[in-house]
């Protein structure tokens, strides 16, 4: 079991993810923008942070930039699960790499069964 | 003039805007679709609502790739994409009583293609093609790869011998004024043609009927990539 940040800014999905998450045994709490989730951090303590790379305001990019400038969250895993195709979030392997980025997924291209199986790899650090 | 293709722009960027928008709630009913949990019916809204995105990812590929000024082209692997497109289609088949074949014999090295706009190409004109053998006796769809003269040609075949290269004319140019230009094969708008043919169209891999005994199918040829093929 493990705490989940969940990054979402359609209540729908951001509801079906947790259900499927929760389901496999794990916390989650769902912020739906990249200001509440940098306030909230310390408070949730994520061993792993799946986002949206399109957030209302900041993106999940610059939320990134955000929290790998904290010391105590450099290494927290990051699965990035957005709307837009990998070829379209324009993200090289270089920023993926500075950034962190463990995964970048299609949400339609993903089941939630993969995308539970893929969280419980990362966070055991099979992955 | 000017105004007219400033009005076409708009048009272009309210469409694309549209179908990003419209994709969201298929992959909220894709999503709840597992959460509900395994049953026939419960795959079969999977396999529609998948089938509508692909349709709509072509769309907003193809509207990508035009006003891009250089296409990348990569060496991809004939055998390896369309085991993948049959692979992706499978199911949506089977819930249409579909048998869907793949036939790669032989060896095909790498062709020159854009590995995104070529698998969606496929992918679209595959579930077209189920589409189309709806009413047929024998519901078969078969994805083909040959090598021609000009190069190796991928397709997706099935039984019906009304796809002629009048029939595809006929349709381009009703494109968007008729509710089933594609009349004879196709029920709907054919949609999902016309997206493969301009994502082929950008690749310069033309669109065309072909035969191949007694199927006929829509086909793009592509030409051998030179780098070494380590398949």
Request: glycine share 6%; charged share 20%.
């Given at each position: ?9 359609d ?6 993810y ?5 389901a ?5 709490s ?9 306030s ?13 790379l ?6 999940g990019?610059?939320?990134l930039?955000e ?5 105590e969250?450099?290494?927290?895993p ?7 195709s990998?070829a379209?979030?324009g ?5 993926r ?30 992955q | 003039m ?7 722009r708009?048009?272009?960027r ?14 909220q ?5 597992e959460?509900?949990?395994?049953s ?5 809204i ?5 089938s ?17 000024s250089?296409?990348m ?21 089977k819930a249409h ?12 090295g790498?062709?020159?293609a ?9 992918k ?10 709806s ?11 040959r090598?021609?003269a000009?190069?190796?040609s991928?397709?997706?075949y ?5 796809l ?5 004319d006929?349709?381009?140019?009703l ?7 594609f ?5 709907t708008?054919?949609a999902?043609?016309?997206?493969a ?11 065309r ?11 793009a ?11």
């Amino acid at each position: 079991m493990a705490n989940i940040l969940l990054l979402e800014p359609d209540t729908i999905l951001g509801k079906q993810y947790s259900r499927a998450l929760e389901a496999a045994g794990h916390r989650v709490s769902v912020c739906e923008d990249a200001q509440t989730a940098i306030s909230q951090i310390d408070q949730l303590s994520p061993s792993l942070i799946i986002l949206e790379l399109l957030l209302p305001a900041h993106s999940g990019a610059e939320f990134l930039y955000e929290l790998r400038s904290y010391s105590e969250w450099q290494a927290v895993p990051v699965i990035m699960l957005s709307r837009v195709s990998a070829a379209e979030t324009g993200l090289t392997a270089k920023t993926r790499a500075e950034l962190g980025i463990d995964q970048v997924l299609y949400k339609q291209d993903i089941t939630l069964d993969k995308l539970v199986r893929l969280c419980g790899r990362i966070i055991e650090g099979d992955q | 003039m000017q105004d007219l293709h400033a009005d076409n722009r708009g048009d272009g960027r309210l469409f694309a805007s549209l179908a990003e928008q419209v994709k969201l709630p298929f992959v909220q009913i894709l999503h709840e679709s597992e959460l509900i949990g395994d049953s026939q019916e419960t795959r079969l809204i999977r396999e529609i609502s998948r089938s509508a995105l692909c349709l709509i990812d072509g769309y907003l590929l193809q509207a990508r790739l035009q006003v891009e000024s250089e296409l990348m082209l990569d060496s991809v692997s004939i055998s390896s994409l369309l085991h993948e497109v049959s692979e992706s289609l499978q199911d949506y088949a089977k819930a249409h009583d579909c048998e869907l074949t793949l036939e790669v014999k032989g060896r095909f090295g790498p062709v020159n293609a854009n590995r995104e706009a070529f698998l969606s190409a496929l992918k679209n004109l595959g579930y077209s093609m189920i589409d189309a053998t709806s009413g047929l006796k024998h519901k078969t769809v078969t994805l083909l790869v040959r090598k021609q003269a000009r190069g190796i040609s991928a397709g997706v075949y099935a039984p019906v011998p009304q796809l002629t290269a009048d029939l595809v004319d006929r349709a381009k140019q009703l494109e968007g004024n008729s509710h089933q230009p594609f009349s004879g094969l196709l029920g709907t708008n054919g949609a999902g043609v016309f997206v493969a043919d301009k994502l082929l169209d950008t690749m310069q891999a033309s669109m065309r009927v072909a035969r191949s005994g007694q199927l006929t199918g829509l086909a793009a040829t592509f030409t051998p990539s030179q780098q070494l093929a380590l398949i």
